[in-house]
Structures are given as C-alpha cells and as structure tokens.
C-alpha cells in the first residue's frame, strides 16, 4: 500500500498517462475481439436481420387493414391470407433469428472470456517470482475474478444491444429525414446535448469505474489474506478487528459502487429528459406548421413518433455503456497486468540442454533483490557434477540467493550462472526445468489427490513411479493408510497431512522429477529425525552421480555432504570437506559445536 | 451435532484424472431447521429469504419499483395525449395556443417520465448496494465464526466467488431484475386486460397463444436452473484454480508446471465456457418462443380480426387499437426471457449464499459460559482426559486420537513428541478450541474449554504455529494482535520484551523498523524470520497457557540456541505445550510426554525416556532407521537399539565463542539482505 504498487494510487497522474491507459486496454479489446471477428460481424449481421422482421410486423397488419380489409370485404380472402401468412413466416424467422443470436453472442462472448482467462493464468505463470511476492496473490486473484466477471457482463448481451440500439438510433434518424428534413434538423440539434452528456458520463464514470476496481481489489485482498489465516485470526481473537477492517473496505466499495450507479442514473435520466424535450420541440414546431397547412397531419405523427422512438433504444445503450465502462476499467487493470514483464525473461534463441550432466559454475556474479543493495557482491564457484554441496550460513546470509539464482527464480545482474558450460538464461526453459528442481521449504500441496500432488514432480508418471517415488522417501506407508491411498483428496492446503508429511510428499515430487541437479532449500525442516534419516537415506540413492546443492539448518543433512560452502554476508568464506571444515575451526565448526550441543541437550541440562 | 455441509468437489490445477467437476453432488447442506432438505426449493423460495438481509431496502424497492411502473405506464400514455392534440387542436380549426399548450403537455410528461426515472434509480440503487454490502459483511462475519475445521474443508475460491460475484449478481438481480420482472409482468397483464376491453375475441386468442409459452417458461425454468448453478460452481471452482497457481507458484515454478497447471485451468475454462453455451442454448429455446409466439399470435389475430370486422362484429377502430395494445404488451412479454433467467441465475448465487450461512458453526460458545477462575499463583493446569479426536471426512471417519491422558502441570512446560503424523498438531489446537474433540474433554483449571466462550478460552490461551500466519500490518500490529487494550508505553514494552526472547532483533534493521508492513501486502520475510516474529507473538500475549508447534523448526542452531535459553526464563509459571521434532526443542522442557498411536505412552524426563522408552528414542534419535526403506510400522517396533545420540561425549563441554558472545555482535557486523531484510540472529538490546 505504498508507492510499490502505482495501480492503487486514485487517479492516474495526468491526462496523457489516463490516455495511455486506456489506449492500451483498448488494444487488448481488440485483441481478443479480432479472433472472432467473422462470429461478431455474423452476430450483428443477424440482429440486424431480426429488426428487418421485427420492424416487419406492423407492416403486415398495416397492409391487412389498409388493403386486406377492403379486398375481404369485397369478397377476396388472398391478400388477408398473403398477409397472415407472411406474417406468421416473418414472425418464426424473428424468433429464430433471435434464438441464433443468443446462442452466437454466448459463442463469442466465452470464447473471448475463455481467451482473456487463458491469457492473464499464462502471464502470471511466466511472470517472475519478483513479480508476485510484491503483486499479492489476492490482487492476481482479483483480475481473475471481479476484473473478468465485469468483462463477462458486458459481453453477456453487450454486443447485441450495442447493434440493436445504434441499428434502430441510425434506421429512425433515416427515416425521419427522409420524411421532414426539419424535424430531422430539431433531431440532430438534440443530438449535440446528448454527445455533452454522454461525454461527461464518459469522464466521470470512467473515473468512477477505475475506483470501484481497486477498492473491489482490496476487498479480495483482505478476504483472501484472512480465510487464508483463519487459523491465527481465530488462535488470537482478531474476529471483531478484522470485521472492522472488511467493513470499512466493503463500505469503500458500496460507495463506489453506488456512485457509479448513480452517475448511470443521471445519464439515463438525462438522455430520457433530452429525448422528451425533443418530441414536445418537434410537437409544437410540427403542430404550428400543420395549423398553417405547411405539414400534413400524417407526417406529423409520424414525425414525432420517429422522435420518440429515436431515444428509445438510448436508455439501453446507456445501459451497455454503463457496463462498457466498468469492463473498460476492468481491462485497463488485466492490461496492465498483461504488459508486465517478466524480469526473467525466456531466451530468444534456446539452447538445449540434452543430456545434464550438471556442472555448475558462477563466473562473477553480483547480484540484489529489484533495485535493492547488492546481496551477492562478488561469486566464484564452481560446482564439478555429480558434487553434493551444502550451502551453510546465517539466515540472511545469502544460502537461499544461491539457489534462486542456480534455479532461475531470478537472473544476475552481473556475471553469469553456468550448468554445463550454458548461461542459465539461454537454456530451453523446458530444459532447464527437467534439469534442475528445487524443493522449498514451503511444501505446497494443490487440491487434488495425493497421487496427483507427487505426479506434479512428473505428469504422466505412472502409479507404479508415483508410489516408488513414496516409497524412497519413506511417505507411502502413510499414504497407503489413508482411506483411498493415493487417490485420497487432500484438503485446502493439505491440512489433513501433517507438516512433517507435507514435506515428505514434496520430496516425493522431486524424486519423481528425478533432476540431473537437485536443490535443496530448507527441505527437511519439519521432519522428524526418523523422516529425516530416510530421506537422507533416499538422498543418498538419489544423489547418486548427481549434483546437489542442500540449504540446512540441520547439520545433520549437512555432515552427509561432499563439500560444505559457509556463506557470509553474500561471500563464500570457508569452503572444504566437512571434516576439514570442523578441524579449522571457523564459523562453520563453531555451527558445528553449537548442534552437538543441542543434540545432547536434555531437559535438566 | 448434525453434520455440516459437505465442500464442493474441487479440481485441481495439479495434472490429475478422474477429478471429475460433478458440481451439485452431494450438496445438501444442512438447513437451518436441520431437516435435512435438498438445497432445490423454487426460485420463489430461496429468493425470499433474502427479504432478510434486505428488508432495510424492502420499502424504497417497492416504491421504486411503482415509480419504474410509473415511468412505464406514462410512457404509454404520451401516444395518448398525442392522438388527443391531433385529433382535438390540429385537426379542428384550433388556435396556436392550443397547440403549444399540447405540447407543453407532452413536455410536462416527459419531465415527469424522466424525474420518475430519476427516482427508480435513486430509490433502488443506493440501498441496493447497502443490502450488497451488508451480506457481504455478514457472510464475513459468518466465516470468521465458522471453525477451522470448515475452512479446511472449503476451496478458498469458492468462498471468494461466493462473497463477490455472487453477491454482485444478487444486488443486480434486487435493483433491476427484480423491478422489471415486476413492472414487464404488470404491463403485460394491464394490457391484456386492454386487450380484452377492446375484443374478447382476439383477447382470447392471444391468451390462448400464451400458454405454450408459460409452459416453456417453465421448462426452461428446470433446465437453465440446472445450468445456472453449475456455471457458478465451476467460476468458483476458477477461482479456486487461480488462487492455488498464485500461491502455489514456488512449487510450480521450481518443477517448471506452469504449463501443466495452465492446460489444467484452460481445461476448466473452458468447461464453464461449455456449460455458459448450454445456458446460452437453453436460454435461446426459451427466446424463440417468446420472440415468435406473440407475433405468430399476432399473424392468427390478424387472420381472425380481419374477417371479424369484414363482416362488422368489430370496429376498424378497435381492430387497430388491438394491435397498437399488442405491439406495447409483446415488448415485455419479450424481455420476461431474459429477467427471468437473470431472476435463476441469482436464484443460483442466493442458493451459494445461503449454503455457507446456513451452515451452523460446530465449534460455539455455550449458551451459559463458565468464567475461568482466577489464575493460580503456580500458573494454570491444563487436563486432557480420554481425549479422542477424528477428523470429519465424507470417507468414514479416521480417529488420529483415540484417548488422550495428560495432565501439563502448573506453571512447567511440557514437551509432546511423536513422529510426524502422529497429531501432535492436532493435539495442540485442541486447547484453544480450533477444533472441538470427538470424546473425552480438555480443561483448563478444572473448567470444560467447551464451557467458556471462545474469546475467553483464547485469550487465556495463546499459539505459535508451526507455520507462521502473519497479516498484511506493521511488525508492531503483528506482535501486538494477541493483546488487548494495550497502548503506549506499556505496549511499547510488550514488544521489546517479545522481539527480544524470540530473538528477533532484526526487524529494528527492516526498512521502517517496527513499522515496516510485513504480510501479504507488505515485505515478505524468511521462513525463520516470519517463525520469530509469530513466536514474539504468541509471548506478547503473557497467556495462561502456551502451546508452541515446532516454534524454533526453521531456525538454524545458533539462533536456536539463544532463543531456546531466553524462551526458558520466559516460559517459567506459564503453562507451556511445546511439540518437538529434535532433542534441541525438547531442551525447552520440564518433562515429555510421547504420543503414539493416538495415546501418551509416556511422561517423564528426556533422560528418562532416552533410557526406557524405545519408541521415544527412536522419535528422537531415528537409531532403529537401518533398515532403511521400511515403513513406519517396522520403524515403530524397534526396540533392541539403544545408546546415546550421535555426537561425541565431550560435545556438551565445547562452547563456542562465537555463541557466548550472542548476538550481541549480529547488529553491528552490518550484514544486510537487501530487501529481504538482512538477518543475523538476536538483536541489539
């Protein structure tokens, strides 16, 4: 809620950018209307169409009383029956032409939310991890729901009332020049107020609109951060302070809301007061002139009906407009979304990376968080393949920074990270994924079954893979116990397995991957010494011929090393076996005494 | 207690099968009765509840829906007065004043129409919004009543989608839907009545044309509501897709799934896509027939009323009239489609809604809350006596505790281990009520948790959880969210005091020190840190009771070190529980208690149970892990090895200078992080 995020400020900073942004998302609309433009033309085509029959009825019974009446009447039933038939062909042919339409409009219309959907879920997978720890999830979460659903309703009978509304506004406008140009002038001239009005809805509410989406954001925000930790909101009775807080926010949204609907109910009360002023000017022009004998009575009528019908249509204009404008603000906000850029970029030119054999080398590196301080001054490493390495420090020290940059979570500033000869940024990031996995100590669990959760490590993996995949790190027993084994749903956030558990179904994945370079954050955190003892014992099968990098606090993990690197302040300061590290006596063997202290620690001691 | 709501099925964004989104099974929720009902009452039913939430609102609706009827009505009346002038001033040798008089009249109307206009929309869309944003207050307030164990349960999106779209299409629904459905259906039933006026005849006829179309209505009815609902099951289901890749995105990045979990969404797009063109197509049968019925009527009225006024049973006049009235009356009976699937489709949001409020909370307080005596000067005793605890699953329930004994001591600290799985956690969250046991009780000083109000119970009891939950606020609002009335100095105090036992010196370096926002929305933290900052949390709260899970488990040794000392002086006469995975964790403790197979096999010292529990040292010490690759049971019935821990003798006699000097040296040696916050542990004091 700081100057972090430019989109929450209130208004943009001045026409040209305003102008900016909604050229942009503009672009995107059309965009995602130009795949199916030859759908959108068909529909308004067939709109058309159905005001053609629908202008069509009263024709008909005008020429059944006009000519049909008089012919019965002289004896002849063929022009009653031309007339009712015709009718009757004309009316099917409306409803169908309406039916058509619906079921176009929904085509088009799903097919371009399904594109925008598609689109922003691509994007945000792309965009770095930079990107979403500053953006939020909930804000991601919004585009995806409020901003996407304000775009489905305009869609939804958008385009349709758009065509039906500008087809009657042009073909009554036709008509009524071509019957008194006069009365078509005291149109026009009605016209002008209607363009100042619409243009100050247009101003106010786009405004109005853009408010209404960000406070919309900080509703989901707020909703998604605390049911996601209603476990501490209840553990220490924040009930009340968060009902407060959500009140005021749903309040700040309400308020926008309805100021929006009532800047909409002043357009919409205008253009219905514009257009009755209209009828009564062309009424009593029309009136004085047919008194003095300049106009027929006829056209009169007509004259004044054609007005009045000319506005008719403007009220369910202003509607679409009203809905153009709340899903025009909401594609300035999925625009922006989409023009961010990943600031880990995919290659242009990819290098395939075919058989890893993972040798790894840091040539220079420099590296710091967006355009914070640097956090890695100055690294040399070289990581022969098939080394298990353990990156040992402080937190803060710089461990985790390592494996990010090893992973491409994020790209150096200076310098290059090498696997095998290849800067890490030219590799086929397809490649570079199959070769290099990186277990967190965040050990996420999706909704979906067990079995699937580990066969994110592999898709397609088989049920035979999966459960050896268990197996190696010791978790099938307990999956085997659940009541459908590996078919079992785990709950929102695999809260029915217990921590320890999580991670072990997360190590899982990894072995599935099965990675020529294996990295290993802070992955054993939560586990028991028994888990810990099996999965090392896993490890060991798996590291076998491989390159590993282990972040631990454990030095248990860490003994089990080939080589042990002690970070410091973002430099590498000892570097040697474990043993040798322990006999030198730096900071690494004083880690070392602290954890055989705390193994021999007791209760009493 | 009746069972509660069962979720609705989730798909996943992970590449699974068989996930099929078979939206609508099994939901039954309970009703507020408890009958049981099937949540598929008519639309009428359902959407009368809502005059609950929007009786605030009820009478400036029913007003604005007679001015919109007004507006409507007056609208007809202006050909009216038109035939009048024409027919009157015009016609006959009347005066220009006549004329201009006319059409003032026509302008005094149409000022009118326009203030009637006007007043719909500034009588119905201001409380409209009010009536939105109160059930979304409450629908809030609901949740955050609701226990842990239905969150667990329920999709994040869905509840989301639930809190947002839905209600949006509901407050749509009141202020527009709802007044045209209304005002469509008088106008069309004031015209018919016109009709039968002008000619009983072909009044009939059009009515005789009517019923095919009620009777599609009403088949349209069944299917789009079928339609409707599934359609906003799947954009919550979406929802819930987003909302996982987003959180999920560490995991999907580092395994490279992005386009795994991107065909996933699509797929799922595109279901609802699907299922939107099904509600499209139903949607159109139901258009057909009201767009050509009326006028296929009309075609027939002609054929009737033609040779009806040829042979002089009718007026020319009211022949014309007929059709001038049917030509306003088909307009509604036209839109009748679309209000009425917009009136399903919030039948289908109110439904949604009323699913999780109708959903009793299976955790409450009770209807006459016990107060907890005062504390005793030793410090409180907490009992769990035969406790017994299963999780709630459509599958038959699982018991994780079958009769738990323990009795934590005053004023000591007790440390729970157990192997991973064991339900240690669950166990822990017992105390404070995040989940309610299945038999058997929990007590603290001798009184029922389940006898105290929640608010009671909580504050006396405070948590750490193993996994850091902190929120969108400053580091101050997050250490502080425990403690109550606490201001100024004395708050200031509390703070120090906690950041310094948690040892978690580090925020003072963030970029705002205590007031740099952390959370969500604000700077995020290291696993370590974030579990610091929750530790200091939990110990500025000076509860009762403590239950600590794996407080220290991200922590690396040192820091350990410095916070298991200072968490000891602290932790003295506060009843503590502390789950443990380490020998180092279990130091913080006055004794043990083991937990295996859903009971506490044993209380004693470490030393105690190092020496005489095998089940125990192996928890601690994995010693009986050389055959690796056995399952736990095998794991679990060891019971020949024994010996000491890894680590040489002399281990406990080194003491790093490093150590002994503390932290003391963290602050100054100046190492920084950037914006992750540069961290050494402890803090300058």
Redesign the interface.
């Given at each position: 809620?700081?100057a972090l995020q430019p989109e929450f400020r209130d208004r943009p900073a001045d026409r040209a950018e305003s102008r900016a942004i909604r050229s942009r998302s503009m672009r995107l609309l059309g965009s995602l209307l130009s795949p199916v433009a030859a759908a959108t033309w068909l529909t308004v085509a067939l709109v058309v169409l159905s005001q053609v029959a629908a202008v069509a009825?009263?024709a008909?019974?005008a020429y059944?009383?006009d000519h049909?009446?008089p012919a019965?009447?002289g004896g002849d039933s063929g022009p009653?029956?031309l007339?009712?038939?015709a009718?009757?062909v004309?009316?099917?042919a409306?409803?169908?032409l309406?039916?058509?339409t619906?079921?176009l409009?929904?085509?088009v219309s799903?097919?371009i939310?399904?594109d925008v959907?598609?689109r922003v879920?691509?994007h945000?997978?792309?965009l770095s991890?930079e990107f979403?720890?500053s953006y939020?999830?909930?804000r991601?979460?919004s585009r995806?729901?409020?901003d996407v659903?304000a775009l489905r309703e305009l869609l939804d009978?958008g385009i349709t009332t758009l065509a039906q509304g500008v087809l009657a506004m042009v073909f009554t406008a036709v008509g009524l020049v071509l019957l008194d140009w006069r009365s078509g002038l005291v149109l026009l001239i009605a016209v002008v107020p209607g363009i100042v009005l619409t243009r100050w809805f247009q101003v106010r509410s786009q405004h109005q609109y853009r408010l209404s989406r960000t406070a919309?954001a900080r509703?989901?925000?707020?909703?998604?951060?605390?049911?996601?930790?209603?476990?501490?909101?209840?553990?220490?009775?924040?009930?009340r302070q968060?009902?407060e807080v959500?009140?005021d926010l749903?309040?700040d949204?309400?308020?926008t809301?309805?100021e929006a609907?009532?800047l909409?109910?002043?357009f919409?009360?205008?253009l219905?007061?514009i257009?009755?002023?209209t009828?009564?000017?062309v009424?009593?022009i029309g009136?004085?002139r047919?008194?003095h004998g300049e106009l027929a009575?006829g056209v009169?009528?007509a004259a004044?009906?054609y007005a009045?019908r000319f506005f008719q249509p403007l009220a369910q204009i202003g509607m679409f407009y009203n809905a153009f404008q709340s899903a025009a603000a909401a594609l300035e906000k999925l625009a922006a979304l989409l023009a961010e850029e990943p600031t880990v970029p995919d290659p242009v030119r990819p290098v395939h990376l075919r058989a890893p054999r993972a040798d790894v080398r840091f040539e220079g590196v420099e590296f710091?968080?967006?355009t914070?301080?640097?956090?890695l001054p100055h690294v040399e490493l070289h990581l022969p393949a098939g080394q298990t390495v353990a990156l040992v420090g402080?937190?803060?020290?710089?461990k985790?920074?390592v494996a990010k940059l090893l992973?491409r979570?994020y790209d150096v500033r200076q310098g290059a990270v090498r696997i095998d000869g290849l800067d890490v940024r030219d590799i086929d990031?397809?490649d570079?994924?199959?070769a290099v996995?990186?277990?967190?100590?965040?050990a996420?669990l999706?909704?979906?079954?067990v079995?699937?959760?580990i066969?994110?490590?592999r898709?397609?993996a088989t049920p035979e893979e999966i459960e050896a995949a268990a197996?190696?790190v010791?978790v099938?027993?307990?999956i085997a116990a659940?009541?459908?084994g590996y078919?079992t749903?785990v709950?929102?956030r695999g809260?029915?397995?217990?921590?320890?558990?999580r991670q072990?179904v997360?190590f899982a994945?990894a072995f599935l991957?099965d990675p020529a370079l294996l990295i290993l954050d802070?992955a054993t955190?939560?586990?028991?010494?028994?888990?810990?003892?099996?999965v090392q014992?896993?490890l060991r099968t798996l590291l076998a011929g491989r390159t590993a990098v282990v972040i631990a606090?454990?030095?248990?993990t860490v003994m089990g090393a080939d080589r042990v690197l002690v970070v410091?302040?973002?430099r590498v300061v000892e570097d040697g076996t474990p043993a040798q590290l322990v006999e030198r006596g730096g900071?690494f063997?004083?880690?070392h005494?602290?954890?055989?202290?705390?193994?021999?620690?007791?209760?009493?001691? | 207690m009746p069972s509660a709501t069962p979720p609705p099925p989730r798909p996943s964004v992970v590449p699974s099968e068989g996930l099929a989104t078979s939206a609508g099974a099994g939901q039954a929720p309970r009703t507020s009765g408890g009958r049981g009902a099937e949540r598929d009452e008519s639309a009428t039913r359902t959407l009368l509840r809502l005059v609950e939430w929007a009786r605030p609102a009820v009478p400036r609706i029913v007003t604005g829906g007679f001015t919109a009827l007004g507006a409507s009505l007056l609208a007809l009346a202006v050909p009216q007065v038109l035939r009048w002038i024409v027919n009157g001033p015009i016609l006959t040798d009347g005066s220009s004043q006549a004329v201009v008089a006319g059409a003032l009249l026509v302008l005094a109307l149409g000022v009118l129409e326009a203030f009637f206009v006007w007043c719909r929309r500034a009588l119905v869309a201001t409380p409209g919004t009010t009536v939105e944003r109160d059930m979304r207050v409450r629908l809030f307030r609901h949740l955050l009543d609701l226990p842990v164990e239905f969150h667990d349960r329920w999709a994040g999106g869905q509840l989301l989608s639930r809190a947002m779209s839905d209600l949006g299409a509901i407050r749509r629904w009141l202020v527009f839907g709802l007044v045209m459905l209304l005002v469509s259906a008088t106008t069309a039933v004031v015209g018919v009545v016109l009709m039968f006026v002008t000619s009983w005849v072909l009044a009939l006829v059009y009515v005789a044309g009517a019923v095919p179309m009620v009777w599609l209505s009403f088949r349209f009815r069944q299917d789009y509501k079928v339609a409707a609902r599934r359609a906003r099951e799947q954009t919550g289901d979406l929802a819930t897709a987003v909302e996982e890749s987003v959180h999920g995105i560490r995991v999907l990045k580092a395994f490279g799934r992005g386009d795994d979990a991107l065909d996933d969404f699509v797929r799922q797009a595109d279901e609802l896509r699907e299922t939107e063109i099904d509600k499209a197509r139903t949607l159109s049968r139901v258009s057909f027939a009201l767009g050509a019925i009326p006028e296929a009527i009309l075609a027939v009225a002609l054929a009737v009323g033609v040779p009806l006024t040829a042979h002089g049973h009718l007026s020319v006049g009211a022949l014309v009239a007929f059709f001038a009235t049917a030509a306003v009356v088909n307009n509604p009976v036209e839109r009748l489609g679309q209000l009425l699937a917009m009136t399903l489709d919030a039948k289908a949001s109110t439904d949604r809604f009323l699913q999780v409020m109708d959903t009793a909370s299976t955790v409450t307080d009770p209807l006459e809350p016990h107060a907890l005596p005062p504390a005793p000067g030793a410090g409180s005793t907490v009992e769990l006596r035969g406790v017994r605890f299963a999780h709630r699953s459509t599958r038959g329930s699982s018991e994780v505790l079958s009769g738990v004994d323990l009795v934590l001591e005053p004023g000591t600290t007790t440390a729970l281990v157990g192997l991973t799985g064991s339900g240690k956690t669950t166990l822990l969250q017992l105390v404070p009520r995040l989940y309610d046991v299945t038999g058997g009780a929990v007590t603290i000083d001798g009184v029922d948790v389940r006898d105290l109000t929640r608010h009671d119970l909580r504050r006396a009891v405070a948590v750490a959880f193993e996994d850091p939950i902190l929120f969108s606020a400053s580091v101050r609002e997050n250490v502080l969210l425990g403690t109550d009335d606490l201001t100024g100095a004395e708050a200031d105090a509390r703070v120090e005091e906690a950041l310094e036992v948690a040892s978690a010196g580090f925020v003072r370096r963030l970029p705002q020190g205590l007031a740099t926002v952390i959370g969500e929305e604000g700077l995020s933290l290291s696993g370590g840190q974030r579990q610091r900052v929750a530790l200091a949390r939990a110990i500025a709260t000076r509860p009762r009771v403590l239950v600590l899970d794996d407080p220290l488990s991200a922590l690396d040794v040192t820091t350990e070190a410095v916070v298991t000392r200072r968490l000891r002086e602290v932790l003295r006469g506060t009843t503590s529980l502390v789950v443990a995975h380490r020998p180092s964790t279990v130091a913080l403790a006055d004794r043990v208690a083991v937990l295996e197979d859903g009971r506490i096999t044993g209380v004693g010292t470490h030393e105690d149970l190092l020496a005489n529990h095998p089940h125990y040292r192996f928890v601690l010490t994995a010693l009986a892990a050389h055959a690796p690759g056995d399952g736990v049971e095998e794991r679990g019935d060891e019971d020949g090895v024994d010996g000491p821990p890894g680590g040489p003798p002399g281990a406990r006699a080194q003491r790093a200078p490093r150590d002994a000097a503390d932290d003391a040296t963290g602050a100054r040696t100046g190492r920084h992080d950037s914006g992750r916050a540069g961290v050494t542990p402890g803090g300058a004091r």
């Open positions: 809620m700081s009825g009263p008909f019974v059944g009383v049909a009446l019965l009447q009653l029956v007339a009712a038939g009718y009757l004309t009316a099917l409306g409803g169908l309406t039916a058509w619906v079921r409009a929904a085509r799903q097919a939310l399904l959907r598609s879920f691509r945000t997978q792309r991890l979403h720890e939020t999830s909930g991601i979460i995806q729901t409020s659903d009978g919309a509703v989901i925000i707020r909703f998604v951060e605390t049911m996601t930790g209603i476990r501490a909101v209840q553990a220490f009775r924040r009930e968060v009902s959500y009140d749903a309040e949204y309400r308020r809301n309805a609907i009532r909409n109910g002043v919409d009360t205008g219905t007061l257009g009755n002023v009828v009564a000017t009424l009593l009136g004085l047919a008194l009575v009169l009528i004044v009906l009045r710091g968080y967006g914070g301080p640097t956090v402080e937190t803060g020290a710089g985790s920074t992973a979570f990031p397809v570079l994924r199959r996995v990186m277990v967190t100590q965040e996420y999706f909704s979906g079954s079995g699937a959760n066969a994110l490590g898709p397609g197996r190696a010791g099938h027993d307990v659940m009541p459908d078919d749903e709950d929102k809260t029915r397995l217990s921590a320890g558990q072990l997360s994945r991957a802070e955190s939560s586990l028991d010494v028994p888990g810990e003892a099996l014992h896993g606090h454990r030095l248990s410091d302040g973002g900071l063997a004083a880690l005494a602290d954890w055989q202290r705390s193994l021999g620690a007791t209760a009493g001691a | -």
